[in-house]
T-cell receptor, first 115, second 110 residues
Framework: DAGITQSPRHKVTETGTPVTLRCHQT?????MYWYRQDPGHGLRLIHY???????DKGEVSDGYSVSRSKTEDFLLTLESATSSQTSVYFC??????????????FGDGTRLSIL | DAKTTQPPSMDCAEGRAANLPCNHS???????VYWYRQIHSQGPQYIIH???NNETNEMASLIITEDRKSSTLILPHATLRDTAVYYC???????????FGSGTQLTVLP
């Protein structure tokens, strides 16, 4: 299995509080992604990174920010959490973004509940 | 990415081969066919992918029709641990994200 660790695995917090989720990889892959998974919507891309300090928005980026100061770490921050951000969050990594012959590998997810 | 169509559910007896079909009739020439699965409460797990040739790895085989409009994922000897939702994805070009559809719920029966 790809060396991807997400932390925390579970978190419960209150509306309006800041939340940071961490994705750590040991594969030295250049590309990293944050997805959220909700019933009826499948997985949706929030943000992705194509290198240290290089990030871009995905399909559902509003309310989220990301940072990547090291190759191995990709952080997802909810500046002021809302109940609509209750979801399961998955991090993924890949060697390439433009080569469709490169699969993405996923972490085990963070289950976030915002009350 | 091309739209894919899969049956919503399938059953398979333990020890038998599980054959999961996928239709991707609008697939373009540069789009690969990917298969992932997701076991409840876990992250999607990459299984296999291919462009036009059949592929095999330690987990499964992928059979792609000559016209590339459909494919079949084969789990040669299904076990109870293979019970999961299986997703077929057509991905190509510079697509950043994987687009997961509804998938097929495979239930392996003892």
């Amino acid at each position: 299995d790809a060396g991807i660790t997400q932390s925390p695995r579970h978190k419960v917090t209150e509306t309006g509080t800041p939340v940071t989720l961490r994705c750590h990889q040991t594969e030295n892959h250049r590309y990293m992604y944050w997805y959220r998974q909700d019933p009826g919507h499948g997985l949706r891309l929030i943000h992705y990174s194509y290198g240290v300090k290089d990030t871009d928005k995905g399909e559902v980026s509003d309310g989220y920010s990301v940072s990547r100061s090291k190759t191995e770490d990709f952080l997802l921050t909810l500046e002021s959490a809302t109940s609509s951000q209750t979801s399961v969050y998955f991090c993924a990594i890949s060697e390439s973004i433009r080569d469709s012959n490169q699969p993405q590998h996923f972490g085990d997810g963070t289950r976030l509940s915002i009350l | 990415d091309a739209k894919t169509t899969q049956p919503p559910s399938m059953d398979c007896a333990e020890g038998r081969a599980a054959n999961l079909p996928c239709n991707h009739s609008t697939i373009s020439g540069n789009e690969y066919v990917y298969w992932y699965r997701q076991i409840h409460s876990q992250g999607p797990q990459y299984i296999i992918h291919g462009l036009k040739n059949n592929e095999t790895n330690e987990m499964a085989s992928l059979i792609i029709t000559e016209d590339r409009k459909s494919s079949t994922l084969i789990l040669p000897h299904a076990t109870l641990r293979d019970t999961a939702v299986y997703y077929c994805i057509a991905r190509g070009g510079s697509a950043r994200q994987l687009t997961f559809g509804s998938g097929t719920q495979l239930t392996v029966l003892p």
